[in-house]
């Protein structure tokens, strides 16, 4: 039997209680296995096929040259940890999944910034729900039409801050209908894929599920080609060894 890509998910020390059980049944559904990060300590780069960067809490303005404010939620640990994952699965190669704080901390991490306001940048209606209620108008030439297969795409909304400045390699894959970005994608391997909103909400809808079926192939493809690596790494040992007998 084929065994399931595992995927490591960082989540809020907060909120990861209630969250990370949504996370652990979406990849479930999509063939794969989570296993909750919320700490540097538990992160294991090594024992995981995929990533997903999770939402929640703020991330600090000093990572995108942003202005410190009063009152706004923040966490130094956190902020460390998904960092240095993310730098990691780039170095591995491990296929990437942001979701809302996941997503701008994907741009962060390859020089983008963020507006703190957004919505006092943009024209977008202020939308605050897990209820899909806001609609999203996705790229036709992007990742993220292929792996949701719609044009557009009904969302939730529990963020204030966007992607402004887009990082290195990294494209628009989606607006909503005040032009403010919802979704950003690597337009080169590794997969990385960040949408503004929560799919673990919306399991229930197959386009949402679909996003978490693709981290999970993509997974399972890193998979089988390090399969193949180690193979043939192997073979070259075991020749190695005859030649010298």
């Known amino acids: 039997m084929t065994a399931k890509p595992r995927i490591g998910v960082t989540v809020s020390r907060r909120s990861g209680w209630r969250i990370f059980?949504?996370?652990?049944?979406?990849?479930?559904?999509?063939?794969?296995?989570a296993v909750r990060w919320q700490s540097r300590a538990a992160v294991d780069l090594d024992a995981v096929d995929g990533v997903i960067i999770g939402g929640g809490d703020d991330i600090a303005p000093t990572l995108y040259g942003g202005e410190v404010r009063m009152g706004v939620r923040l966490d130094p640990d956190r902020d460390a940890m998904e960092k240095g994952v993310l730098e990691a699965a780039f170095d591995t190669a491990l296929p990437i999944l942001g979701i809302c704080r996941g997503s701008q901390m994907l741009n962060i991490v390859l020089g983008g910034t963020l507006h703190q306001e957004a919505y006092s940048v943009y024209d977008s209606r202020f939308v605050k729900t897990i209820l899909p209620r806001k609609r999203v108008t996705i790229t036709d030439d992007s990742l993220l039409y292929r792996v949701t297969r719609v044009p557009c795409l009904d969302v939730n909304a529990l963020h204030t801050q966007a992607v402004d400045k887009l990082g290195r390699g990294?494209?628009?894959?989606?607006?909503?209908?005040?032009?403010?970005?919802?979704?950003?994608?690597?337009t080169r391997d590794p997969f990385a894929l960040g949408v503004q909103w929560h799919p673990e909400h919306l399991f229930y809808r197959r386009a949402h599920r679909r996003l978490f079926k693709a981290l999970v192939e993509a997974?399972?493809?890193?998979?089988?080609?390090?399969?193949?690596l180690d193979a043939a790494e192997a073979e070259a040992i075991?020749?190695?060894?005859?030649?010298?007998?």
């Open 238 to 245: 075991e020749a190695e060894a005859r030649r010298g007998m």
């Open 170 to 186: 990294l494209q628009v894959a989606a607006r909503d209908e005040g032009g403010m970005v919802q979704a950003i994608e690597r």
């Open 219 to 228: 997974a399972r493809a890193r998979m089988a080609s390090r399969g193949q």
């Open 21 to 33: 059980p949504l996370m652990a049944l979406s990849v479930w559904l999509a063939g794969g296995k």
